[in-house]
């Protein structure tokens, strides 16, 4: 414990009616009262919102593969050594390195109109000159699934469909395989290039960009993403079946040999560190915004919650491991991070909960399996109900794409954002360090911490049926 | 009144209550059955959603002077024809031809950022390269006035200094010299390029543009306006005074020879149709958005307004002009509409009004002098006190751009919206016809159509001191 100072932790936790933790079997009264007291502590002011005001205004964009993307990193792993992490490094693994070029898009006829367009990542680019061609308006994503193979030859396709606000982002879910996979379903239908309907709950004329996915030996598309506004003009201006042209400019790029960089830290053990409680955020962005509620947001949260832990006079029984994932957005990260560790490494892991919903506070949160009904998810459900938030009586449904490829070795948690605003932000140059209140950040923090710490103190197995 | 279906509006005002005008003198019991008959008929849907819905999506942006400027202009006299109007007609005049071109900011130093900027109205133009410098940032206008000519020579000069959101626009009002005159007040201390934060209550990273103005003699420099979170950005980075460089392309050209149009039309008054009761909006755009709080709604309002009085079974004793500006956001459309109307003409104008400010409702009205304490304003006050809407005890203190070279001649009205949400997409690409609800907007139209009525049907003389 070289690595940070002592005594000041100590005078902190003394302040806020910490006792010292307990060298044997974990006494539930003194767990209830350390995550209480660190819950209380998150409240008062934690770490987050510092580290995300400074990722986002020295670093900004961090698109995976990216100079800034591995600036970003090296940033990280300064700045969680100056926090007194311990084991801090960096993991490195191959991505496409897709970078986004030029991106225009104009209405020919009826109307010549310019068009809000983004490039999806991963997509193809037309000629530099663009490609100008007839548009095959579809109001639903069912409606191009529809169309026979290679009955869209020639045709630039747009799908209009809207997406739906719901708390827990159940309605991007939902339509997100317009995105990923529209525009491979499109080009199997003989499509030129392929626009959706920005992802979005907001009337912004800023498009909201995210990856799209070929099949392997399908060569990429143009691929884009309209401003939910532009997308209604066009809705409006095809009512009756009027024909529209447009001319599109997408001209992104891929770069050979790219790499991105998850940055690992460790509070460890005092007991058992080979028992890990994962947890983090990415840190990779896309390139529109600054990445702030996406996810800086995650990766300061899930930090500040870890240096709670870190600043306590000893260190939890298990370990607390810190990943913050370098290619979220594309998904590299998880299966880069799962590869690299053994089964056997990973069935020593207790749960693993990934932070990537934005900055609002955790309103629910969803254990492996029946584990809200053990002793650990009780004192849980009492550490957050102050906030307020409840431990879900129904099991966690998955964590977050960087932490999924672990789930068929490691216990995987959900902490439940409320996520009523976040798609309003999300993936467009709108996200952004002042969409971010630190107050309610801290509220997160506060679940985040009483999650993680009773997990790393006690002797919680996830792995074991709960007795009903 | 060919050119309507008389026997249609009779029946529809039959239905209204409406009783037929009296050919004399002014029925005051009348005058305000049929103030209030016209204010119902504009809640139950007017003309202007439909109106403003055709504009901003057949046509969309109209700058001032472009090809689509003109187009919105034939546009607007087919549908001012169809709608029954009399003496619809075009007049043309000279504006400077301003065209955007390409706009892009980087942030080269201490960190290496896109910035979210568009090029500002009457600006001039970087090389096609364009330029590199260091950034002398200012938190206040006056901050930037208060350096010696001379002393920013070879720098790119950026104002932060934040607009306040206020109903009335007075927010706006007190800050609107930081872009209008900021530029040629940099350019006279030296400065190679100058940006303002957007003129903006939102938090959007889209950039609001807006006209600059330089002297006679002086060669516009480059000027633009950076998105809130860009400026903010830059803000938090100058922490301690630490130095910012920038990369800045602006292109913007100017078209000799350029017109733009405004359209006018009539219902021709029954006893006096050389009075004349004066109302409009503009028609032309900025080009990032399609114009639809600004102006599309201010046309298709008052357009709504004077439909309802054309519909009548009788016209009104003096004459309803209806002005479709067709270069407001240039300031060259008031002084080319007065220049063609003597003063002689003008001294028989009732009484001037300009609807700019949104599609929100009117919530109060404020007529010139003491016009609040006639019979007038009593009526008035009456009509639209239902909306709920007053009549100021304050004269108008003008009332809009385009009517204001009218001044001297023409008493001026003022009917206030409410522009709370107003600055939130002003002058930006979010100005599209989604942030515009038909139902409140119809509550502007009732304010608009009870004080023309009243204006064109009765006898009131704006110019007369009111008895106190």
Avoid at 93 to 111: C, D, H, K, Q, Y
Avoid at 187 to 216: I, M, N, Q, W
């Amino acid at each position: 414990m070289t690595f940070k100072t002592v005594a000041l932790a100590a005078a902190l936790f003394a302040a806020a009616g910490v006792a010292k933790a307990q060298a044997q079997a974990p006494d539930p009264a003194q767990l209830q009262a350390n995550a209480a007291a660190l819950r209380d502590q998150a409240l008062k002011g934690s770490a987050a919102y510092p580290f995300l005001r400074d990722l986002t205004t020295e670093i900004g964009e961090r698109l995976a593969g990216s100079e800034k993307e591995h600036l970003a990193a090296q940033w990280a792993v300064a700045r969680l050594k100056a926090m007194g992490f311990q084991n801090v490094h960096i993991e490195s693994f191959p991505v496409p390195g897709w970078t986004r070029g030029e991106e225009r898009a104009e209405l020919i006829s009826p109307s010549v109109q310019k068009l809000n367009v983004t490039s999806l990542g991963n997509a193809g680019a037309t000629p530099p000159e663009g490609v100008e061609a007839p548009v095959a308006l579809f109001h639903t994503y069912a409606d191009m699934l529809a169309q026979p193979v290679g009955s869209l030859s020639g045709k630039i396709v747009v799908v209009t469909q809207p997406m739906v606000r719901a708390q827990d982002g159940s309605g991007y879910g939902s339509l997100a395989v317009m995105r990923f996979m529209g525009a491979a379903e499109a080009e199997k239908r003989g499509a030129l290039a392929y626009l959706v309907r920005s992802l979005s709950t907001s009337d912004s004329r800023l498009p909201h960009t995210g990856a799209t996915d070929f099949p392997p030996g399908m060569a990429p598309i143009p691929a884009g993403a309209l401003s939910v506004p532009d997308a209604e003009q066009l809705d409006r201006l095809s009512v009756g079946g009027r024909p529209l042209r447009m001319r599109l400019v997408l001209t992104p790029t891929f770069k050979p040999g790219a790499t991105a960089d998850t940055v690992v830290a460790d509070v460890v053990g005092r007991e058992r560190p080979d028992e890990v409680v994962l947890i983090g955020g990415h840190l990779d962005s896309w390139d529109l915004g600054t990445g702030a509620i996406d996810d800086g947001a995650g990766a300061a949260i899930t930090t500040a919650a870890a240096k709670l832990i870190a600043d306590m006079p000893h260190a939890p029984r298990r370990t607390v491991r810190l990943a913050l994932f370098g290619a979220e957005e594309i998904n590299f990260a998880g299966p880069a991070f799962a590869a690299v560790r053994s089964a056997a490494e990973q069935s020593h892991y207790v749960v693993a909960a990934e932070c990537d919903f934005g900055a609002e506070p955790v309103y629910a949160i969803a254990l492996p399996g029946a584990s809200a009904k053990t002793p650990y998810g009780a004192m849980l459900a009492e550490a957050i109900a102050p906030l307020p938030a409840y431990v879900d009586r129904a099991p966690a449904r998955g964590g977050g794409e960087d932490i999924a490829p672990l789930g068929p070795h490691v216990p995987l948690a959900s902490l439940q954002q409320d996520g009523t605003h976040y798609f309003d932000i999300h993936h467009s140059a709108d996200d952004t360090l002042d969409k971010v209140d630190p107050q309610r950040m801290d509220k997160a923090v506060a679940a985040w911490v009483a999650f993680t710490y009773l997990a790393a103190d006690s002797d919680v197995d996830f792995r074991v049926k709960a007795p009903l």
